[in-house]
């Protein structure tokens, strides 16, 4: 099709909108959406529906971030007619479903929210159903809806239908306090002094380094790709690393630190020594793990972008799960007291794979039988591709 054809319904103002959408802040909340709303069915062939369909996204995120229950409906409605058509890749359409939810719970008023939930769904499939079990996430992370009719009986028809989400309670635990929450001068860590200033210090013992050595591999693909999930869902630059390994005999109480993890065949330990700084380990807790598990999809990668509270939240807990080889079945008030049981470790070295400029972790958790131990590692940087595979 000529660029210079006018196409039915597509209008000099419209065309105007997916040339220069930074325009869009001149119009107000009807207008841009009822210029969304033809753009969602016109085109000038394939580049011309793309940026439609990217301005439409845009238009649809700045009309939930206006508060007003005009926009709160005008949003949810181009989620719904701009997703199903297959004008945008699942990752973008995920994307900006999860935005979409997150910015209407934070700039709208509940009650203007709490028309959405009128009609209960039939499935869980479709991008209506999808945004809904969004928003409810995002509002059980800020203690918000309950108590509410419509809400509290949505959230039970998706947990009978089995949506992923709802098998999440819908009030934030203790273990999740940190979510979300930015304490000043808490960044990354970067250095061995900021780790020993956080943490205590687990000791390094031969002991540990003999039962390194007769650690075995005890490989779990499903597993592995659990725990990973938070990091590949956020866009981290480098693929994570997931290991399990099982022990001959128990290990003793003091050997569970930095000899240990250096004997397990690790990538992320692999060349220890290659630069300048010692490898340590530290105590840490599992509120703290399971924290850095959620930021890691919820604030996304320096290549990736942020996947909104809820399944930031879900992501974070499924890779606990998996760290402590939990099934999906059991509640998370009990995963949180088994937690209790497990030795949580920090580490850092300092290698081709910890690089200490962008953001770099590594957990290691050793089960209560002290036979079984998990170990994950993910990196945020982008440099030295080849070395880190």
């Known amino acids: 099709m000529s660029h210079d054809r006018e196409t039915p319904g597509d209008s000099d103002s419209d065309r105007h909108l997916r040339e220069e959408p930074q325009h869009l802040d001149e119009l107000g909340p009807e207008a841009m959406y009822e210029a969304a709303v033809r753009l969602c069915t016109v085109g000038d062939g394939p580049h011309g529906v793309s940026v439609a369909r990217t301005t439409v996204a845009r238009i649809a995120e700045t009309l939930a971030d206006t508060r007003s229950r005009d926009c709160v409906m005008f949003a949810a409605d181009l989620v719904g007619r701009l997703l199903p058509d297959g004008g945008m890749s699942p990752g973008e359409g995920d994307r900006l479903l999860r935005s979409v939810a997150a910015k209407l719970v934070r700039a709208q008023h509940l009650r203007d929210i709490e028309p959405l939930f009128g009609e209960l769904p039939d499935g869980v499939s479709g991008p209506a159903v999808e945004l809904r079990a ?3 996430g995002e509002l059980a992370l800020i203690g918000s809806g309950g108590g509410r009719r419509s809400l509290e009986a949505y959230a039970d028809r998706l947990r009978e239908l089995g949506h992923p989400l709802a098998r999440l309670p819908r009030t934030r635990l203790d273990i999740e306090h940190r979510f979300a929450v930015r304490v000043r001068g808490l960044g990354p860590v970067k250095t061995a002094q900021q780790l020993q200033s956080r943490f205590p210090e687990a000791p390094s013992t031969d002991g540990g380094a003999v039962a390194g050595r007769g650690a075995r591999d005890a490989r779990d693909d499903g597993r592995a790709n659990a725990a990973a999930r938070p990091f590949r869902a956020g866009g981290w630059a480098r693929e994570p690393e997931a290991r399990f390994f099982t022990l001959p005999g128990r290990l003793g109480p003091d050997d569970f630190g930095i000899s240990f993890l250096k004997e397990l065949s690790l990538r992320c330990l692999a060349g220890e020594g290659s630069r300048r700084g010692i490898a340590l380990a530290c105590v840490t807790t599992p509120d703290d793990v399971l924290n850095e598990l959620f930021a890691a999809s919820y ?38 007291r088994r937690a209790a049981d497990h030795r949580w470790l920090r580490f850092m070295a300092f290698t081709d794979w910890f690089h200490h400029d962008t953001s770099d972790l590594a957990f290691a958790v050793l089960d209560p039988t002290r036979t079984r131990v998990a170990v994950l590692a993910a990196t945020d940087t982008d440099v030295h591709r080849d070395a880190l595979g």
């Open 134 to 136: 969004c928003l409810l």
């Open 299 to 336: 604030v996304g990668g320096v290549n990736g972008q942020g996947q909104g509270s809820a399944y930031a939240r879900l992501y974070a807990w499924e890779s606990l799960y998996a760290l402590m080889g939990l099934p999906t079945g059991v509640p998370l008030l009990e995963a949180v």
